[in-house]
Structures are given as structure tokens and as C-alpha cells.
């Protein structure tokens, strides 16, 4: 089993900033892929950046992020069981609660990278809230 500790949410004026980090612990894979989707009331739920791991031959660190975020917010690691979405210039749209998820394997196993159906694993949870 793996759990998954969300952090960092919290509010915002529109164009400002915020970190998420998400704390792994328990068993660990060779490879996997990991990162956050969010859902807004209402809507569902979605992807929005996630990354692979590699398995020290191919795909090393690669990166997904969905359209909307893409040059908004990047997604990195501070060590191997510790990923962060850094989110800048942020919008009211961008207003969710944001969960962290992983899986084993490339992030295509099972589905496509924001299939959320294909993630074994989830956090609890962390609201980011964009005010305008």
C-alpha cells in the first residue's frame, strides 16, 4: 500500500501563487507515475500535471500537464517520494480541490496519463481557492 499526504493548499488573489507538495510513504515501485488532478463542483474530475519516473532506461522524468496549465505550472520533485506542482499566475478557474495520485508503471498503464479511473492511489485532498 501507498499513502499519499497532500499540502500547501490555501487561497489566492488571481495571479499569485501557491505550492502543493505530496508526501508518499509505504511501499515503493521501480517506476511510477505520480502528480495532481482536481475537481471543481460539479465538474469532473481532472489532470493536471503528472510525472514518470523513468525506469533507468527509458522516459526519464518525463512530464504531462493539461493545456490549461501549461507555462502556468511545473512539476518537480524536492527527492523521490516528495513531488510539488509549483502553480504561478493562477486563475479563478484554476479553484479545486486538488488531489495527489500515483501509480505503478508509465503513466499510460491502464489508460491515458489523466484517466483518473487508471490511479491506484489518492491523497485526501488539499482546496486552492482563486479569488478575482
Known amino acids: 500500500q501507498v499513502q499519499l499526504v497532500e499540502s500547501g493548499g490555501g487561497s489566492v488573489q488571481a495571479g499569485g501563487s501557491l505550492r502543493l507538495s505530496c508526501a508518499a510513504s509505504g511501499d515503493t515501485w521501480r517506476s511510477y507515475c505520480m502528480g495532481w488532478f482536481r475537481q471543481a463542483p460539479g465538474k469532473e474530475r481532472e489532470g493536471v500535471a503528472v510525472f514518470y519516473t523513468g525506469d533507468g532506461r527509458t522516459y526519464y522524468g518525463r512530464t504531462y500537464y493539461v493545456d490549461s496549465v501549461k507555462d502556468r505550472f511545473t512539476i518537480s520533485r524536492y527527492n523521490a517520494k516528495t513531488p510539488y506542482l509549483q502553480m504561478n499566475s493562477l486563475k479563478p478557474e484554476d479553484t479545486a480541490m486538488y488531489y495527489c495520485?500515483?501509480?505503478?508503471?508509465?503513466?499510460?498503464?491502464?489508460?491515458?496519463?489523466?484517466?483518473?479511473?487508471?490511479?491506484?492511489?489518492w491523497g485526501q485532498g488539499t482546496q486552492v481557492t482563486v479569488t478575482s
Open positions: 495520485a500515483a501509480k505503478a508503471g508509465v503513466c499510460e498503464k491502464d489508460g491515458s496519463w489523466d484517466d483518473w479511473h487508471s490511479y491506484n492511489y
